[in-house]
């Protein structure tokens, strides 16, 4: 279970393709990942974790809900 904090950026594609997107897909500037007609942009590789607000941001654009991560 991914409690909401701090994540890389490969956990975090690692969980949300176990909530059933697929990717990621090359596009634009950005990678992204898609599930059913909604398409989820994923941040650039950087040396840091996804914040905490920016993962916020993220499972919201996803349509993902709190309970819904912590009970993967």
Do not use: C, T
Request: hydrophobic residues 30%; proline residues 7%; glycine residues 12%.
């Amino acid at each position: 279970m991914p409690r909401l904090g701090p994540i890389s950026r490969q956990e975090l594609i690692k969980h949300l393709r176990e909530l059933g997107f697929s990717g990621p897909y090359s596009g634009g500037k950005h990678q992204f990942l898609s599930r059913g007609d909604r398409s989820l942009i994923l941040p650039n590789p950087h040396r840091g974790d996804i914040s905490v607000g920016f993962l916020n941001r993220i499972l919201r654009q996803a349509g993902v809900s709190r309970e819904e991560w912590e009970n993967l």
